[in-house]
C-alpha cells in the first residue's frame, strides 16, 4: 500500500512517498479502508 510517511515535525516537506506491506488484522482485530484523507496546518502554527 502507497502511505505518506512524516518522519519529524519540520514542515509538510518533510512528507515523502513509501510503500508499505497490507496490514493484516489479528484476531480480535478489523482492518478498515481509508478511502481518502487530509492533513491541514495547525490553527496557530
Do not use: C, I, W, Y
Amino acid at each position: 500500500m502507497r502511505a505518506m510517511l512524516l518522519e519529524s515535525f519540520d514542515g509538510p516537506e518533510r512528507f515523502r512517498e513509501v510503500v508499505l506491506a497490507k496490514p493484516v488484522a489479528g484476531d480480535g482485530q478489523v482492518l478498515v479502508k481509508v478511502h481518502a484523507t487530509s492533513v491541514n496546518q495547525s490553527m496557530g502554527s
